[in-house]
């Protein structure tokens, strides 16, 4: 099976992806969206405010009846409460991926890197160029996936 295959259950690419449960991308060929478990997702930490919470929550909710455009607007309407939160940039390039819209996910999961600050984020860091292996591997990049996974597994393991 092919790692960029076998690692879309690991980045929770999904609809939502934002809070609770996450559906994976619809990969092609057919494969059926994968659960991640509540321990593996990324989260807003408690410095979030509540009106950003409730934005994020509501994208989650209109992603899962598939809603997508709704999911979208709620987003971005969060980052320009909150535009520089690496998070939510984050969580865009995720609902991008997963509609399929893999330029634009690989430049918003871009965004959200140059965004994280000095912190040890390395877990968002990872995700980011997860998301970005996935794009370039739908885009037909196989060799600028491999680098882009190369990175990510580089930051999970602390190996950066």
């Known amino acids: 099976m092919n790692v960029f ?42 410095a979030t405010s509540p009106a950003i919470r409730r934005l994020v929550e509501n994208a989650r909710q209109a992603s899962q ?10 987003l971005e309407r969060a980052i320009r409460i909150e535009p520089k939160s690496p998070l939510l940039w984050h969580y865009l390039a995720r609902l991008h991926l997963f509609q ?9 999961a871009t965004k959200s890197s140059t965004l994280i600050q000095k912190s040890p984020n390395d877990r968002l860091r990872a995700d980011n160029w997860r998301i970005i292996a996935h794009a370039r591997q739908f885009l037909g990049d196989t060799a600028g996936a491999q680098k882009a996974e190369a990175r990510a597994s580089a930051l999970s393991s602390g190996n950066h």
Do not use: F
Request: glycine content about 14%; overall charge negative; hydrophobic content about 35%.
């Open 5 to 46: 295959v076998k690692n879309i259950g690991i980045l929770g690419l999904g609809a939502m992806l934002l809070t609770a449960c996450s559906l994976g991308p619809r990969v092609p060929g057919g494969e059926s969206d994968s659960i991640i478990p509540a321990e593996q997702q990324i989260r807003p930490d408690a």
């Open 65 to 74: 009846q598939g809603q997508m455009s709704q999911a979208e607007s709620l």
């Open 100 to 108: 399929g819209h893999y330029q634009r996910a690989e430049g918003l």
